[in-house]
């Protein structure tokens, strides 16, 4: 394993430096009995999350009806690879992605159309991609040619990154499906480096309103139901929903209608995960001045871009 990487990463169970035993294929804690198995090449800090977390498992469902083409594409939530480039580069105000330098953590790899497109435009930058699915041990067969991309599994809530070691953070779509709003933020806070480093994240917002989530109230825990039933009421409602949307013209978060496939591609990812947030722009500052956050910024709804001055 490459030793600068390796020298990011610690101990979920007590913040030691870890060692790479070849031999073993794992990374061993120098201070602790932890060990955490690699798989593909991939470093898996919280494995049996799984099989007991019900927010991974849904994930891993998800990722693997897409790579199966039993949704969308070449597109995710719509949007194509070159999509997610031109977002990254809006979140981070960056004009010119090819010279664009520095350490970048994606949390919540998914797909993987974001750090693969970012892996062939960004080649100075050192990229580390993590998620707690399955997907990113799948993930390794494509990215494993870009010497520039590393890969973990891992708990954002207990990130196995050392703190103060990254200059950019980027967050879609991610920290509304964990346990806690505030503690995803104050750990991703934590990791950035002092001085300019970075964290951008987008969440749900809780003043615009989203069918997705309408329906999901509706039919209670769905994120309990068996998988493959909450697949089959993903193809069952995306004709209703997508006649909704096309008589009402009330597209949750989007200004034109998507297609059949997306519409049943967001009501699985709405009503597979065990937590769903949503937030105003209140709580957000809110949880910034818990934070002493100072230096943020909101962008649309709802993205926030937090930056790390040198005395926080």
């Excluded at 919540?108 to 750090?115: A, F, M, T």
């Amino acid at each position: 394993m490459n030793s600068k990487i390796l020298d990011l990463y610690k101990c979920v169970n007590c913040d030691s430096q870890l060692k790479d035993n070849i031999e073993k294929e794992v990374l061993e804690c120098t201070n602790c009995s932890s060990e955490y198995p690699i798989i593909n090449k991939v470093p898996a800090f919280c494995y049996n999350a799984l099989n007991n977390n019900i927010t991974a498992k849904a994930f891993s469902e998800q990722w693997t009806h897409y790579k199966n083409g039993e949704y969308e594409e070449d597109e995710v939530f719509g949007l194509k690879a070159s999509d997610y480039l031109e977002h990254f580069c809006y979140a981070f105000n960056i004009k010119n992605i090819h010279d664009f330098e520095g350490t970048i953590l994606e949390v919540g790899v998914g797909s993987g159309h974001l750090i693969n497109v970012l892996a062939q435009n960004a080649p100075k930058a050192t990229i580390i991609g993590m998620d707690i699915s399955d997907n990113i041990f799948k993930l390794s067969n494509i990215m494993s040619k870009y010497p520039n991309v590393f890969l973990i599994q891992g708990d954002l809530l207990n990130p196995p990154i050392k703190k103060f070691s990254i200059k950019y953070i980027y967050s879609s779509g991610v920290i509304h499906h964990t346990k806690s709003v505030y503690g995803s933020i104050k750990s991703l806070w934590g990791l950035l480096k002092d001085n300019n480093g970075q964290l951008y994240f987008w969440i749900y917002p809780s003043y615009q309103y989203c069918a997705y989530d309408r329906l999901r109230n509706m039919l209670g825990k769905p994120y309990l139901f068996k998988e493959r039933t909450r697949y089959i009421l993903s193809k069952i409602l995306a004709p209703f929903l997508w006649v909704y949307f096309f008589i009402t013209k009330k597209y949750s978060y989007k200004i034109s209608l998507e297609s059949l496939k997306t519409v049943s591609f967001r009501i699985f990812d709405n009503i597979s995960p065990e937590f769903q947030h949503r937030v105003s722009k209140e709580e957000i500052k809110e949880y910034c001045e818990k934070l002493n956050i100072t230096n943020y910024t909101i962008k649309n709804d709802l993205g926030v871009l937090c930056i790390k001055d040198k005395d926080e």
